[in-house]
């Protein structure tokens, strides 16, 4: 064999074993970044008001990450368009772990609402489900409605008269209030506001009939009597509040829709420090004080991993869009 075809024959094999040592670095310095991971402040980003449900739920877990972490653990609400304003900032921050964004069912109702987001939902990866609270639908304690058949009797009685609240179009508060209208033929006029807060005081105000709030955000208020609860969405009653009654149960069998919050970090972050937020925040999630925090506020704890965590997520995406659909919502 001649010196060039030698040559010829070793190129292909001394690339791939460049290849090979590259990834092999690559590997390791992804492991090494684990290992030490987080060596300095995390920050995440809650795109909603504070005192919202998905800022509550942040707020009790990320308590005890942080503990865990050694680290700070910073909480910047970045509200605005529904979510898409914070969520934008975690998709511009560096791909490395230490911006991550909690949010809530908003994030998959989003797509049915919007025809283009600001953002590629493949920027993110899923990474947690922090818990999950049904909706109590709530009225004024002042508020002529003294039942579920009330409200529905005056809304069929004046057609798109009576107005809802939701925490901003496209949140996950806005379409659980429309798939109530739906299942129950009514139609109303939807008031979108900046958050759960602002939602729930207005209807305190009597100046809308109803907000579909995110069980955790009006436990206080219910139990202060400033609320009063018509109904919860879930299969059967929550054990944070159980005098309240399901919808279910009041006529309209099978009704059932429920709030959750959800961690994400950018696409590109790499797979073992994203392994290991899963992990820590899994692990911070059965601590006892978490556990009890969260059972007072109404959220109940659901444990995925990776995979169940994107698999859960694209099934709320598409639930949301045909609950979207069936309402005749026009995406903006």
Known sequence: MNSFSFTQLMKPITLSMAVFFSLQVQVTNAQNAAASYPDKTVKVIVPLTPGSGA???????????????????????RPGAGGLVGTGVVVNSDPNGYT?????????????????????????????????????????????????????????AQPGAIPFASAGVGSSTHLAAEYFNQTMGIKMLHVPYKGSPEA?????????????????????????????????????????????PTIASQGFPGFE?????????????????????????NAALQDPQVVS????????????????????????????????????IEPQ
Not at 298 to 321: C, D, H, P
């Open 257 to 281: 829709i429920g709030l959750w919050v959800g961690l994400w970090a950018p696409s590109a972050t790499p797979k073992a420090i994203l392994q290991k937020i899963n992990t820590d925040v």
């Open 200 to 244: 729930i005081s207005e209807t305190i105000s009597q100046r809308t009939a109803y907000y579909m709030a995110p069980l955790q955000t009006a436990i206080a208020q219910i139990q202060g009597g400033k609320v009063r609860a018509l109904g919860v969405t879930s299969a059967t009653r929550a054990e944070a509040a159980p005098e309240i």
């Open 293 to 328: 925090a969260y059972t007072k506020a109404g959220i109940t704890i659901k444990l995925m991993n990776l995979a169940e965590t994107e698999k859960f997520v694209q099934s709320e995406i598409n639930k949301y869009q045909k609950i979207a659909k069936q309402a005749g």
């Open 100 to 156: 991550l964004l909690v949010q809530s069912a908003s994030y998959a109702a989003n797509p049915a609402i919007y025809k283009k987001l600001p953002y590629d939902l493949k920027s993110l990866t899923d990474v947690n489900i922090l818990g999950t609270s049904p909706y109590a639908l709530v009225v004024s304690a002042d508020s002529p409605y003294k039942t579920l058949s009330d409200l529905v009797n005056a809304a069929k």
């Open 55 to 77: 800022d509550i739920a942040g707020r009790i877990a990320f308590k005890t990450v942080a503990e865990m972490w050694k680290q700070p653990v910073i909480i910047e609400n």
